[in-house]
């Protein structure tokens, strides 16, 4: 089945600081989801980004299907940004394969 | 109304008890997840249901029935849990097929003691 690794695992900033986040992909897929998740357990559908780039304010995301990997850019972090950070990959209808996260921590 | 709603937040309960996580959407999405997740992991699909009707059941123990009254609504009952079933429970729903843009409710935080 498809594999989906993201790196880092963990990542400790300051506020201000910009970081990238990646997400390989063992296969060619259709559909690529990035999604933060706050310390409370929210999660927040950040982009729906199966190939080219995306921007959202601070947020940027670029998927390169035919390499497998999608980056997540991240600008002038804010505390609010900590949290952790999945990408995931549909495998068929309705089913996600999710990576296992990048956990982020920004510190004031 | 751009949201998914669960209730309750927080949920205490014996190996005995029989307990319903509720969820509800208004945005008119006809696919409606559970997601099981366990810290520091990514959710794990349990159930979807598509127009109403259960598409998947990811080998889920029958201790876990899920119930979709209407298009909106999504219940999962509980009962004779195991303390191994505490966990985060998060509802999600998607315009239709193709885990199209999930949005996610806030999750139950579940406890069986």
């Known amino acids: 089945g498809i594999q989906v690794e993201q790196s ?14 990646r997400c390989n992909f063992s ?33 940027s995301a670029t998927t390169v ?13 804010q505390t609010t940004d900590s949290g952790v950070y999945f990408c995931a990959v549909v495998r068929s209808n309705y089913q996600l394969i999710w990576g296992a996260g990048t956990k982020l921590i920004i510190k004031p | 109304d751009t949201e998914v709603t669960q209730t309750p937040k927080h ?35 349990m159930f979807v249901y598509s127009y109403e009707k259960l598409s998947i059941n990811e080998s889920v123990p029958s201790r876990f029935s899920p119930e979709c009254p209407n298009s909106s609504l999504l219940n999962l009952h509980l009962h004779a849990l ?3 079933d505490s966990a985060l429970y998060l509802c999600a729903s998607s315009i239709g097929a193709g885990a199209n843009v999930l949005t996610f409710g806030a999750g139950s935080r579940l406890t069986v003691l």
């Open chain 1, 65 to 77: 299907a035919t390499e497998r990997y999608s980056l997540l850019y991240i600008s002038s972090s």
């Open chain 2, 11 to 45: 949920l205490v309960m014996g190996m005995t008890n029989k307990k319903s996580l509720k969820c509800e959407q208004h945005m008119g999405h006809r696919a409606m997840y559970w997601y099981k997740q366990k810290a520091k992991k990514p959710p794990e699909l």
């Open chain 2, 82 to 84: 195991q303390p191994e």
């Open chain 1, 27 to 59: 296969d060619s897929v259709n559909n690529l989801q990035w999604f933060h998740q706050n310390p409370w357990g929210q999660l927040i559908n950040l982009f729906y980004i199966p190939s080219g780039t995306k921007q959202n304010g601070r947020l």
């Open chain 1, 8 to 21: 880092p695992p963990d990542l400790i900033l300051q506020e201000g600081a910009n970081s990238t986040l």
